[in-house]
Each structure stands twice: as structure tokens, then as C-alpha cells.
């Protein structure tokens, strides 16, 4: 798919993930392993909420929440269609480049890593034949960089362009997917999650990957930051005023 706004797909091209045989592998391996099971003894209630809450596509939950604080900024026409063409260039862009760093390195899984990790050639990871994640689903393509962290940390840094970054918002999640896409819906209790700025909302989010067993750490991190470049140089260089 062609880019609104980057000049190709790997302009922002994520750096390579950790070898499987390092320390920083190692770490991320135990901590998925450990926090993203499905019965977890060390992922607390809040983690766990926050695993599902944030399990909603971007493209649906940062346009609402556009939506909500639009509304109650009574934000002008121009600003308005800016913010939101601006936001949805950069949260597409961001999936673009996403994808291009997640075929490029085609990097495992922790489903897959945990439970193949006898055969990874690192003595300091323990396989778990019978390892799940949180919300027993795992997305069928490779796992770096993180997507969803990539998304909203684009739509997240326009956001915070846009009426600063330090901005207090309650974001609204009334129900997300139980597993995969098309499973059945369950509630979010409570539904909505507070923050004191936007980009502390981006970096829950990516981390909410972690608990949810889907994603290493270094994969999160590394979406978030790949979405901040995206964001910042759809604001830095489009749409903007002429006067």
C-alpha cells in the first residue's frame, strides 16, 4: 500500500530486534512468559484491565476520543479537519511502516517462542509446551515491531501537537473482543482509563501488549517510538497553513 505521506514504506524502519541468544532476549522472554500467561500470578488487576482495554483497533478508539475532546475544545472547522486528517494519514502510515519492519525482520512470537524454546539455541530460556497468553489469541504475522503501539503512538504525538502534549483526558472503552477478531464481545469494567498526557497513554498502550502476551517488550517500545516518528513528521511537514 502506497503512503500518504512517507516518501516508502521503510523510511522509519525499525532497528533490529535483540539476538535470541542475548541478555536483553533473555529478559523480554521471561518477562512475556511470566506477565502475558493467561493465569499469571505476577500480572496485577490493573494489568490485566488495561491488557484488554487497550485491545480496541486505534483506528476505532483514538478517533472517538478525537472526537470527545474536539467537542469539548469547540475547536474551529480548520482545526478539526486538520486534526483528524492528520491523525488518520499518520495512524495508516504507521501500520504501512509497521508492516515493513515486521516482514523485513520476521521475528516470532511469544506464543511461538515459549513454547519452541527448547530449540532457540539459548540455554537461559525454559520452554512451556502449554504456554497462552492473556486472551488466548495470537495474530498470524511476525511480531516486530509492535503495531498497535506503532498506531497510537502516531495518533497519540498529533494529539498532543495538537493541544499539547500534557493534556488530562479520561478515554472511554465500553467493550473490546474477547480473543481474535469476530470472537465475542465482553464489557470493560470500569470503561474508561485517565491519563495526564498523551504520550503516557501512547506508552500504556504499547505495553499493554506485554501483558497481553503478544508481544516482547523490545516489540512495544519500538513500535512506540516508530509511531512518534511517523506522527511528528506528518505534523512537521503536512497541512499546514499558508498565513
Known amino acids: 500500500m502506497k503512503p500518504f505521506m512517507l516518501a516508502k514504506a521503510e523510511q522509519f524502519r525499525a532497528p533490529p530486534p535483540p539476538p535470541i541468544g542475548s541478555d536483553r532476549y533473555t529478559a523480554a522472554f521471561n518477562e512475556v512468559k511470566e506477565v502475558g500467561r493467561y493465569v499469571s500470578g505476577s500480572r496485577t488487576p490493573d494489568q490485566t484491565h488495561l491488557a484488554m482495554w487497550w485491545k480496541e483497533f486505534v483506528e ?19 482545526d478539526s479537519a486538520k486534526l483528524f486528517a492528520l491523525l488518520n494519514m499518520s495512524i495508516t502510515d504507521a501500520y504501512i511502516s509497521v508492516f515493513d519492519s515486521k516482514f523485513f525482520y520476521n521475528h516470532w512470537r511469544p506464543y511461538t517462542a515459549i513454547r519452541w524454546a527448547a530449540h532457540d539455541g539459548n540455554p537461559d530460556t525454559v520452554s512451556d509446551p502449554q504456554w497462552n497468553n492473556t486472551h488466548r489469541h495470537t495474530y498470524a504475522f511476525p511480531s516486530y515491531p509492535s503495531a498497535h503501539g506503532a498506531a497510537s503512538g502516531a495518533a497519540m504525538t498529533i494529539l498532543g501537537k495538537t493541544f499539547g502534549d500534557r493534556y488530562k483526558f479520561t478515554m472511554t472503552t465500553p467493550e473490546v473482543e474477547q480473543a481474535g477478531p469476530l470472537s465475542p464481545k465482553v464489557r470493560m469494567v470500569p470503561p474508561t482509563r485517565s491519563f495526564t498526557s498523551f504520550s503516557a497513554a501512547a506508552h500504556e498502550c504499547a505495553l499493554s501488549r506485554v501483558y497481553l502476551g503478544i508481544h516482547f517488550r523490545y516489540d512495544s517500545e519500538q513500535g512506540e ?12 511537514h503536512y497541512l499546514q497553513s499558508t498565513e
Open 60 to 78: 476505532s478508539s483514538h478517533n472517538r476520543l478525537a472526537r470527545e475532546i474536539t467537542a469539548r475544545e469547540g475547536s474551529d472547522l480548520w
Open 225 to 236: 517510538q516508530l509511531g512518534k516518528k511517523v506522527g511528528t513528521y506528518a505534523w512537521d
